[in-house]
């Protein structure tokens, strides 16, 4: 599966990660690195050291599909069409909007579902909280008509959630 990073999208809210200062770089790692070992060469000799990086890899894989299910939602909520004519992008979230309450329930729903994605991939709670709180402020605001709707084309929650998770993920790739 290719990464495909919300950072990397061509011309996706560039201004957005300037003012939030995030570098834009259309060129990102991936999130997960397979280890490749010279010919030959194996990491151990005992089955259950065997059955044990088998895990590890299964896990690590579930993970990269849950962190990359966050990425590809997060896009097609708040950046999947553009108005032509201008670089304003929006996505699903604002056209479900428009449906007095029931629309931002559902967004809501789905934008809870990415923060319980992200939990089961471990991340920390304060991060949660700061994901669910973008939700929170999402759907609060959006329920007001009108206003809510402009307020969704502008916050894009979704987006700002991948972007704490990939941040997340690359500040803890760093650290090892």
Excluded: C
């Amino acid at each position: 599966m290719p990464y495909n990073s919300v950072l990397s999208q061509p011309g996706l809210l560039r201004d957005f990660h300037t003012r939030a200062g995030h570098a834009v770089n259309p060129a990102k790692p991936p999130l997960h690195v397979p280890v490749i070992l010279p010919k030959g060469q194996k990491l151990s000799s005992h089955p259950e050291a065997a059955a044990d990086l088998d895990a590890a890899q299964t896990r690590d894989s579930v993970d990269l599909d849950r962190l990359l299910t966050i990425q590809k939602w997060a896009r097609l909520l708040d950046a999947r069409f553009t108005i032509p004519g201008t670089s304003i992008r929006y996505g699903w979230d604002s056209i479900i909007g428009l449906v007095p309450w029931a629309g931002d329930l559902l967004t809501g729903l789905v934008g809870a579902w990415l923060v319980y994605l992200a939990y089961r991939v471990g991340l920390p709670r304060w991060l949660l909280l700061q994901m669910s709180a973008n939700i929170v402020l999402d759907f609060a605001a959006g329920s007001i008509p009108v206003v809510g709707d402009l307020f969704d084309l502008a916050f894009k929650a979704h987006i700002r959630n991948a972007i704490l998770v990939e941040n997340y993920v690359k500040a803890q790739q760093g650290q090892k």
